[in-house]
């Protein structure tokens, strides 16, 4: 995890007090995000600290509502050893899916556990100003849920199918939910302001919430470079590289859908002709299966693609033959489009994710087939592709996992906190 910007490694010169204290503050946590529930002796071994130095950084972290100490029999022989692990009270984060015709969101805890899900529908609506309404209609209700529970909400995450800007954030523009430029972290603040509640706000592309999700899994180890492609229904990606996510100067970093692997092909809806959606996208796939028209199924897709998803993965199950073909196909490109971004990024892992996943077993031999022919490039030669194992609500884990990720940058957010409640 990132340390804290400006703050520097302990014992830089001219390094604050505060900030030092920050830094090993954040060191703490990140040995808890990384390895689980840990002793003070293996915390202090991980971050380099003495284990007397631990006693008054885990009080203050105590004291913020972050961990807590585990009761265990005592040993026989010698002093009771206390585990140490993130704290599920007094803190919750909510993570919340913005869709075009509902709203799919989650409270959980620091641990980054799902404790409860919910879905709120909407109904049609002009642009983001006829969503905002409905947006605050399930905040409210979640902040209402948290409080009947007595705790507070300390980050909220939202996750958008489209192109957004972390650091500002905001929406640059999402496609599927008719969306164009627009300040959602501020709307949603103005939200929380309103309801009394001070929950530092995250906005983000879906597919790097669904990235990080998979990374801190038992499945990939976050020590790696990592490239990651998927989505529900339109192709994006994402990079992980130095124990986080990469954004770019404007949040679009891995935004592999649509870069550019067949320029003589059609013109794909970004814009661009010939861009990997052409080729892989669940509009593209679907429309060559069944030979509906493109621009028909397009339309369908941000509120079918879970039918669409699932009728071509029957069709490839039944064996049927214009959707094997068109799969197979796609598996080329996938190969290429691998080969593209492994060319300019060069990670050790690059994870298939979403839709495409499902579809493994047709896109898996002519995938292999294409890198296998090129394998011996220096792109290639110590990369590893593989495919995500199917996982219950990736991307709201996802969130909590950013949501618990910005706290462990920066611990003094929830001290802000507590002295705003």
Not at 69 to 92: K, L, M, Q, Y
Request: overall charge negative.
């Amino acid at each position: 995890m990132k340390g804290v910007g400006g703050t520097g490694p302990l014992g830089q010169s001219g390094a604050s007090v505060a900030g030092l204290r920050e830094h090993n503050l954040s060191s703490v946590l990140s040995a808890l995000a990384r390895h689980g529930t840990l002793t003070r002796a293996e915390i202090a071994r991980h971050c380099g600290l003495r284990v007397s130095a631990l006693t008054n950084l885990i009080q203050e972290l105590r004291d913020r509502g972050l961990v807590q100490e585990s009761d265990v029999d005592p040993p026989a022989v010698g002093r009771p050893v206390r585990p140490i692990s993130f704290a599920t009270r007094p803190w919750v984060m909510l993570a919340i899916q913005c869709d075009r015709t509902r709203i799919l969101a989650a409270i959980g805890n620091l641990v980054g556990e799902l404790e409860s899900t919910h879905e709120f529908p909407v109904p049609e609506y002009d642009g983001l100003e006829g969503y905002l309404p409905f947006l605050n209609q399930a905040i409210t209700q979640l902040l209402q849920t948290a409080s009947r529970q007595s705790r507070q909400v300390l980050a909220v995450e939202l996750g958008v199918p489209g192109a957004a800007d972390r650091d500002r954030g905001t929406v640059v523009r999402s496609v599927l939910n008719g969306w164009g430029p627009a300040p959602l972290g501020r709307h949603v603040e103005e939200m929380l302001a309103a309801a009394g509640s001070t929950a530092v706000v995250g906005v983000d592309r879906e597919t790097n919430y669904s990235m990080l999700s998979c990374i801190s899994g038992d499945a990939f180890n976050d020590d790696k470079s990592v490239a990651y492609i998927g989505g529900r229904s339109a192709v994006s990606g994402g990079l992980f590289s130095r124990s986080t996510v990469e954004h770019g100067s404007g949040g679009l970093a891995g935004e592999f859908g649509h870069i550019v692997v067949d320029p003589g092909g059609f013109q794909c809806w970004c814009g661009r002709r010939g861009c990997a959606e052409t080729h892989l996208g669940l509009a593209s796939l679907y429309s060559r299966a069944t030979g509906a028209d493109y621009a028909t199924t397009l339309g369908r897709m941000s509120a079918g693609y879970e039918d669409m998803t699932a009728e071509l993965r029957g069709m490839l199950d039944g064996g049927d033959g214009a959707a094997v073909e068109a799969v197979a196909d796609a598996g080329r490109w996938l190969g290429i489009t691998i080969d593209a971004v492994a060319g300019v990024v060069n990670p050790e892992l690059f994870i298939v994710d979403g839709f495409l996943a499902e579809f493994r077993g047709g896109l898996e031999t002519e995938m292999r087939r294409y890198l296998d022919g090129i394998a011996g490039l220096p792109s290639l030669t110590r990369l590893a592709v593989e495919f995500a194992p199917e996982a219950p609500h990736r991307m709201l884990r996802g969130m909590l996992l950013a949501g618990r990720n910005r706290v462990i940058g920066q611990p003094s957010l929830v001290a802000e906190r507590l002295e705003a409640v």
